[in-house]
């Protein structure tokens, strides 16, 4: 199957899923089973995109166990374009390099696949967990709590580890739900911090900590914020 044949063939399966999803979608109110009945032709149209993707495998002189690869996030990116723009390989031509050569081996291949997937997947979470370590609503909550006098005496000589939980922020509003870890030399524990973002400027609205002794204090609440 050569690339363009593939395509076009790709092309008519989405146009034809997306036509039956239009149709179940403007007539369902009035026939709730035209739902079922789009539904049950998915898997066909599913079993016919699998062999079109099977038998361009083949044409380009790969196993048919190579579709695994699809599943492979990341790596499945670079099947895909293989798929859509790598030369057909005519294996009637025995006399070329490329009808003589053997399959390669799949199960190299998805190990790659899941290695490249692996390290794709640790970059990003790291980048991830630096740059919201390095957010301003985090660190003016970190500036609070070591400048907090109360936290002093209650913590000492404390460090604060990484921060969790989630920041939803536009340029000027954003609210943010933070949790970070608090290590002093007498006792530790969690700290839990609400804050939100107005005019660009962060104010913490709530701060509690708990300690691993199971204590729980409020050092700021809802009613009176600060920056």
Known sequence: MSRNQYILSSVFLFI???LLLMWAILLWRENPFIINIVFLIRPILMYININLI????????????????????????????????EKWIDNRESNTTNAKKKPKNIWKKILLGIGIFLGVFVCLWL???????????????????????????????????????????????????????????????TVYVQAKKNKD?????????????????????????IN
């Open 54 to 85: 099977v038998k361009r495998f083949h044409d380009l002189w790969e196993t048919s166990s190579s579709f695994f690869l699809l599943l492979i996030p990341f790596y499945n990116i670079y099947i895909f374009f293989r798929l859509l723009f």
């Open 201 to 225: 400027i962060w104010k913490i609205e709530e701060l509690i900590i708990k300690s691993e002794q199971g204590e729980e204090k409020v050092f700021l609440k809802k009613n009176n914020p």
């Open 127 to 189: 980048l991830i967990g630096v740059s919201f370590n390095n957010s301003e609503a985090v660190q003016v909550t970190k500036k609070f709590i070591k400048n907090n006098q109360e936290i002093k005496n209650e913590y000492w000589n404390f460090e604060l580890w990484r921060a969790q939980w989630s920041i939803t922020e536009t340029w000027l509003t954003g609210e943010a739900k933070l949790r970070m870890w608090i290590d002093g030399e007498n006792k530790d524990g």
């Open 16 to 18: 034809v899923w997306t």
